[in-house]
């Protein structure tokens, strides 16, 4: 029998309920120990756009995080094939495309995490493919379709709309299959509305609540639909203030 990765987000979500999650900006595998040594939480999620990893950090946190038994998503830097390949191939299994405008990007994505027939991923060699090996993949008389059958079913794709060009293309965008959920970027939005540095400008509030309507009228997800997630240096900074606050 093929090896295919659980996706807990989606376990969790046909129960009724979110899954939970740590969000790094930087590699720290001794935070994921932390909380899967916990207990209680579902994911871990790599801001790959703003945050600071290697492929070989990303490698070592998603090893770290799936002995735990705890499901590794990722925003990626960009829509690039081969940039989201180095994070599906570490075995990542969630995807947040940044800056998606168009429904020519929103496609774009799609692909490069899917599989065919539902996209046109390629395949790699690392451990998110368990390196290639038959044993491990192969299943008689399959030649690995159902691997990645079931491998695109786990893959929880997320497209970020960040400017006022995506929210005027939306509908083309929802039209895209193979979106699981979508999610802002408040600050850039503000600044495509010509309100920088204001991502709780009422205008700004009102669009994202405009299209979250729209978003759930045509039977899609939000990100926060299907999961919360609370930072590490949130966690850090909320802590360390509260510890000083309490010895003022």
């Known amino acids: 029998m093929a090896n295919i990765r659980t996706n807990n987000i989606f376990a969790k979500n046909r129960e009724g309920k979110k899954g939970i999650g740590l969000g790094l900006v930087y590699p720290c595998a001794e935070a994921i120990e932390l909380v899967g040594m916990n207990g209680g939480f579902d994911h871990v999620n790599l801001d790959g756009e703003h945050g600071l990893f290697s492929p070989e950090s990303i490698d070592a946190m998603v090893r770290t995080a799936n002995g735990y038994e705890l499901t590794v998503t990722a925003r990626v830097p960009s829509l690039v094939d081969s940039t989201i390949n180095l994070f599906l191939d570490r075995g990542v299994l969630g995807i947040l495309g940044p800056h998606v405008d168009t429904a020519e990007q929103a496609k774009q994505l799609v692909d490069a995490c899917r599989f065919v027939p539902d996209g046109d991923r390629s395949w790699g060699g690392g451990r998110g493919t368990f390196y290639n090996d038959g044993g491990l993949l192969d299943q008689p008389g399959t030649q690995r379709t159902e691997w990645m059958a079931q491998t695109n079913k786990e893959m929880l794709v997320m497209a970020q709309l960040e400017t006022a060009t995506a929210f005027e293309n939306l509908d083309s965008i929802l039209a895209v299959d ?71």
């Open 178 to 248: 193979g979106i699981d959920a979508f999610a802002w970027g408040s600050n850039d939005l503000a600044q495509s509305m010509g309100f920088p540095g204001q991502p709780d400008h009422p205008d700004v509030k009102a669009a994202e609540a405009s299209i979250e309507d729209r978003i759930h009228a045509a039977g899609r997800n939000m990100s926060w639909d299907l999961m919360a997630t609370i930072n590490l240096p949130n966690l850090i900074l909320d802590g360390t203030r509260a510890f000083l606050e309490a010895r003022s």
